[in-house]
């Protein structure tokens, strides 16, 4: 199975911050990769897929990047509403797998 | 619009089998895989495995093979998921994920407590 490793774990930063989230692929998934924000009690919600396409409804603020092993998911400037846990995916192969979480917290 | 409402909590004994519906609308049933996900508490996302609601081809994740079969029924647009031999550390709640963009998942259902306890 292919692992994903995120990094850091937890994030502390500001309302207004740029942050960067890091996901790398013990093998290459190409550009089969998503991110996913996940509120506590709630569903993950799928922000970026195909690496770096914004998904509908999605805010302009959140972007991705990458290919292959290394990829990063960037919040130009974070809102009150993004601090939350945000999940890496790949789905190049038939068994998909996340990353371990990146929790984003208040500073 | 597109939603994915599963079944209810559940409780269960070590050995136990549990039985999860995940029934879909606003879509057309058949054109899109069904992928189910678990998170333990206080834990990170774990992908079970995915199911083609077209033709019920599935893909499970390596540890759980022989325990987990994924099913659908498209007269009733539901996909099911059963997880046989219960142990503790599979209390968890877990959720049903209808795929967009070949794999990525864009909607979910409400997911479904269960908690393995003698």
């Known amino acids: 199975d292919i692992h994903m490793t995120q990094s850091p774990s937890t994030l502390s930063a500001s309302v207004g911050d740029r942050v960067t989230i890091t996901c790398r692929a013990s093998?290459?998934?190409?550009?089969?990769l998503a991110w996913y924000q996940q509120k506590p009690g709630k569903a993950p919600k799928l922000l970026i897929y195909?690496?770096?396409s914004l998904e509908s409804g999605a805010p302009s603020r959140f972007s991705g990047s990458g290919s292959g092993t290394e990829f990063t998911l960037t919040i130009s400037s974070l809102q009150p509403d993004d601090f939350a846990t945000y999940y890496c995916?790949?789905?190049?192969?038939?068994?998909?797998?996340f990353g371990q979480g990146t929790k984003l917290e208040i500073k | 619009q597109v939603q994915l409402v599963q079944s209810g909590a559940e409780v269960k004994k070590p050995g136990a089998s549990v039985k999860v519906s995940c029934k879909a609308s606003?879509?057309?049933?058949?054109?899109?895989?069904i992928s189910w996900v678990r998170q333990a508490p206080g834990q990170g996302l774990e992908w079970m495995g995915w199911?083609?609601?077209?033709?019920?081809?599935?893909n499970y994740a390596q540890k759980l093979q022989g325990r987990v079969t994924m099913t659908t029924d498209t007269s009733t647009s539901t996909a099911y998921m059963e997880l046989r031999s219960l142990r503790s550390d599979d209390t968890a709640v877990y959720y049903c994920?209808?795929?967009?963009?070949?794999?990525?998942?864009?909607?979910w259902g409400q997911g479904t407590l269960v908690t393995v306890s003698s």
């Open positions: 093998q290459s998934v190409s550009s089969w």
């Open positions: 199911i083609s609601a077209y033709n019920g081809n599935t």
């Open positions: 195909k690496a770096s």
């Open positions: 994920a209808r795929e967009v963009y070949s794999g990525s998942m864009g909607y």
């Open positions: 995916q790949q789905y190049n192969s038939y068994s998909y797998t």
């Open positions: 606003g879509y057309t049933f058949t054109s899109y895989g």
